[in-house]
């Protein structure tokens, strides 16, 4: 069974950094594409992130672009979004999601619960 | 940047009636490269149907997909209570953004 379990999430202060990390199970996660989607407190889904399945490639939304970093750890299994300078607008729940394939071009065939961010003084 | 208009907003229905959920897209989708979720609330998002009419498994054959143009529909052949959610529409055709539709959210007439 595939699972995602995100981590890292809560209150953090208008300009500071926080890392998000998901822990996949159920597949062989180096195989795969991995991206970020995120919710603000009652609005829809906006992508925010793509990382391929090597790693060699990586796509952000324009609003994160220069302040995200997305990255994977093959060996420990793990996706990461490190997040900086990070102001109210960034507030939402980010989801980690497995892409259908090892490059951008598929959907998101299994997400995670989310993590929620607050950014706030 | 492809941008994807879902309407309408909210669509008033009461079990048992068909559901027709539209997606559409400012300019043609590579391969017809489209997705739909479910999302109930507090929950992650489901998928439901890729590449525009391929149901996901576990997904029941009420839901199906279709398009004409640029213009993408989700129909639900007859709602049952769990169906009552919000749906988005995603495209992964072109390069990123990979951007989402608003959402329409499905609820109990």
């Known amino acids: 069974e595939v699972q995602l379990l995100e981590s890292g999430g809560g209150l953090v202060q208008p300009g500071g950094s926080l890392r998000l990390s998901c822990a996949p199970s159920?597949?062989?996660?180096?195989?795969?594409?991995m991206s970020w989607v995120r919710q603000a407190p009652g609005k829809g889904l906006e992508w925010v992130s793509t990382?391929?399945?090597?790693?060699?490639?990586?796509y952000y939304a324009d609003s994160v672009k220069g302040r995200f970093t997305i990255s994977r750890d093959n060996s420990k299994n793990t996706l990461y979004l490190d997040m900086n300078t990070l102001t109210a607008e960034d507030t939402a729940v980010y989801f980690c999601a497995k892409g259908f394939r090892s490059s951008w071009r598929g959907f998101l065939d299994y997400w995670g619960q989310g993590t929620l961010v607050t950014v706030s003084s | 940047e492809i941008v994807l208009t879902q309407s309408p907003g909210t669509l008033s229905l009461s079990p048992g009636e068909r559901a027709t959920l539209s997606c559409r897209a400012s300019?043609?989708?590579?391969?017809?490269?489209l997705a739909w979720y479910q999302q109930k609330p507090g929950q992650a998002p489901r998928l439901l149907i890729y590449g525009t009419s391929s149901r996901a498994t576990g997904i029941p054959d009420r839901f199906s997909g279709s398009v004409s143009g640029t213009d993408f529909t989700l129909t639900i052949s007859r709602l049952e209570p769990e169906d009552f959610a919000v749906y988005y529409c995603?495209?992964?055709?072109?390069?990123?953004?990979?951007?989402f539709g608003g959402g329409t959210k499905v609820e109990i007439k």
């Open positions: 159920g597949f062989t996660f180096s195989s795969y594409a």
């Open positions: 995603q495209q992964y055709g072109s390069t990123p953004p990979l951007t």
């Open positions: 300019q043609s989708i590579s391969s017809n490269y």
């Open positions: 990382l391929s399945a090597s790693g060699d490639s990586t």
